[in-house]
Nanobody, 120 residues
């Protein structure tokens, strides 16, 4: 059974930093594409950052230069280092794993979410 457990959310002032972590279990972590999504109140969930199984990374434009996604295959963890936080970064952040099965179907797995609030 795949489990993704996030930690590290909280309240931070504008300009501050937070680091989110996601610990995975019950899955072949090294072959999964790992990502962080967020959902703000009244908005659709959006992809924030992805770290593919082949080592590629990508970010939504609004966080480029401020956020960094980190991956440790040995520890089965993925982290999101968030710097220079802005109030518009306030959202629930979700860890996501995408695994392709033997039928070439992509299966999505989600963590429970962690709240990030950027406010003075």
């Amino acid at each position: 059974q795949v489990q993704l457990v996030e930690s590290g959310g909280g309240l931070v002032q504008p300009g501050g930093s937070l680091r989110l972590s996601c610990a995975a279990s019950g899955m072949a972590f090294s072959i999964a594409d790992m990502g962080w999504y967020r959902q703000a109140p009244g908005k659709q969930r959006e992809l924030v950052a992805v770290f593919t199984s082949r080592g590629g990374t990508d970010y939504v434009d609004s966080v480029k230069g401020r956020f960094t996604i980190l991956r440790d295959n040995a520890k089965k963890t993925v982290a999101l280092q968030m710097n220079s936080l802005k109030p518009e970064d306030t959202a629930v952040y979700y860890c996501n794993a995408k695994l392709t099965d033997s039928y070439r179907r992509v299966n999505d797995y989600w963590g429970q979410g962690t709240q990030v609030t950027v406010s003075s």
